[in-house]
């Protein structure tokens, strides 16, 4: 038992030991800091007086410094200032030396200046005795003319203004007597000029168009196989033969020619048409009224689409585009067509051409001179079926199917049915002129065109007071020339249409003749 509670006390005992042992470290702890703390702060101390000490040397030694650099910048500051006091004063003196130049230069200009107005002032005062003595001269010279006028209207006996209009009037005389010279000189070289430079055109026109002539007939020779063909084509009781000529409107002469039949009417298209037909019948060999019939219809086709064929290719070579298929139909319908034997479609193309190269010359439009040119007689193409001139007829028909008012004018003016409005009519007349006055282009007995031509001409001079008459154009007009103190203007006029109703009644004549009456007063007198 002692044991077991002395182990407690023991251990009581040890806890306060140790409790009093730890409490004794940390006072020793806390002596010793202070101590060290206490030794710290005299070094410190000690270092802060050094410290001290080492600003106070530095500060110093900067003072020291400044002071060196005040004194460095006040020696660079006077002499920067000593610099800029020569360079004021050398400025200042350069610029007192210009300004006392400028004022020099200012005197002189000065004195130049006084010395020229004193010379302009000398001279206005020459001026001035100048021009009083001028004005005192004009006066004088008015007076001397007052006193010539004055004279002159009492030597002459004319007042000054009936002298002006004497001089007035035989200025005028004269300016008009010289003008009218001017003028004829001038009409005279125009004309002449003119007349070598249309020679010129169409003599150019004429050898660059060179056509061929073929003179048509009326009638049709077609050959036949042997003379048997003959009786087949009569047929029985001439029913064949009947049946064709009906059907075409066409004259069969069968006659003693060997192996021919003679096709003769005054239709071309007819006659083509039957001559088709009749070859057709010939190699086919069946000749009787329906074949006929059916042979007949089967050519007119074949006409008609030839006709087309030829309009067209007619265009092509005149190289007009844009034509109307039924003017195109018209065209080719003129291959058809005569005119005193001359093609009237290959006139027509030759007479396009022409006026293509002249309006090329002359520097009009040529595609609307071709145009008028292929044209100018389509009118031929209908002219059996309508009323009137193939002239006015071609007319309407070119405006019905919208060409250019140029063509249409020129249509209708080739042969004086309508007056010109435009050069290309004139081309077309004067191309159409030559187309058919080519040697070969119509077939006319040399004696029945002077006949012709005689019978006009006799016409004309059986009048009273024609002077003279010429039928030119080849028959297409005559010039009458009346004596103007038998025959007046009214006169003329009215021997005009009397005239135009004896040819029309006495003379038979292809186209139109011009009745051109000329009636004119001349004045006359010789200067001696």
């Known amino acids: 038992m002692e044991g077991i509670f002395v182990t407690p006390i023991m251990a009581i005992g040890g806890d306060v ?29 000690s270092k ?26 006040l020696l660079e500051a006077k002499d920067e200032n000593h610099r800029l006091r020569i360079e004021l004063d050398r400025e200042i003196k350069e610029r007192r030396s210009e300004i006392a130049r400028l004022e020099k230069r200012t005197m002189q200009k000065e004195e130049t200046l006084d010395r020229k ?43 000054s203004d009936e002298a002006k ?77 009947r049946t064709l000529e009906t059907l075409t409107g066409v004259d069969l002469i069968i006659d003693d020619t060997p192996e021919a039949v003679i096709l003769s009417s005054f239709d071309p298209i007819r006659r083509e048409v039957a001559k088709n037909a009749l070859e057709k019948l010939i190699v086919d060999g069946r000749i009787h009224p329906a074949r006929i019939e059916e042979m007949v219809e089967k050519s007119k086709k074949d006409v008609e689409n030839g006709i087309k064929e030829e309009g067209e290719q007619a265009a092509f070579e005149t190289g007009i585009h ?59 193409a209908v002219d059996h079926e309508v009323e009137g001139s193939h002239a006015m007829i071609g007319a309407e028909l070119a405006k019905k199917y919208h060409e250019p008012p140029a063509v249409v004018n020129a249509i209708g003016a080739h042969h004086g049915d309508l007056e010109m409005e435009n050069l290309e009519a004139v081309l077309v007349q ?10 070969g282009a119509r077939r006319e007995t040399l004696e029945t065109y002077i006949r012709r031509l005689e019978k006009l001409e006799e016409i004309a001079n059986s009048y009273e007071g024609v002077e003279k008459s010429y039928a030119i154009q080849a028959g ?44 004119e007063t001349r004045a006359i007198d010789y200067a001696k």
């Open 165 to 241: 209009r004497v001089l007035l009037d035989e200025i005028s005389q004269s300016a008009k007597h010289e003008a009218a010279i001017l003028v004829k000189e001038i009409e005279t070289r125009a004309r002449e000029e003119g007349d070598r430079r249309a020679r010129e055109i169409i003599t150019q026109s004429i050898q660059r168009c060179a056509s061929d002539h073929v003179s048509e007939t009326t009638v049709h020779v077609v050959s036949l196989p042997n003379d048997e063909m003959k009786g087949r084509i009569i047929g029985r009781e001439g029913r064949n033969i």
């Open 476 to 519: 297409r007009e005559i010039r009458i020339v009346v004596k103007p103190e038998i025959v007046d203007d009214l006169g003329a006029t009215q021997m005009a249409k009397d005239i135009v109703k004896r040819v029309e009644q006495e003379l038979d004549y292809p186209g139109q003749i011009k009745i051109n009456v000329i009636r």
């Open 322 to 380: 844009n034509l109307h298929p039924e003017l195109q139909k018209l065209v080719g319908r003129l291959k058809f067509r005569t005119s005193y034997g001359q093609n009237v479609l290959k006139h027509s193309i030759e007479v396009s051409k022409l006026c293509g190269l002249m309006a090329t010359e002359l520097g009009l439009d040529p595609t609307v001179a071709k145009r008028a040119g292929l044209l100018h007689d389509i009118g031929k």
């Open 17 to 45: 030991i140790l409790t009093a042992v730890l409490l004794a470290v940390a006072l020793g702890a806390v002596v010793y800091s202070g101590i060290v703390s206490k030794n710290k702060l005299k070094e410190t101390e």
């Open 117 to 159: 107005i004193d010379n302009i002032e000398k001279k206005e005062e020459t001026l001035n005795r100048k021009l009083n003595d001028i004005q005192e001269k004009e006066k004088q010279a008015d007076d001397l003319h007052q006193l010539r006028k004055t004279e002159l209207e009492r030597v002459s006996g004319y007042t």
């Open 430 to 439: 004067a191309a159409d002129a030559i187309s058919a006055a080519r040697p």
């Open 48 to 73: 802060l007086k050094e410290t001290d000490l080492k600003i106070e040397s530095e500060l110093s030694a900067a003072k020291e410094k400044a002071e060196s650099l005040k004194k460095e910048a």
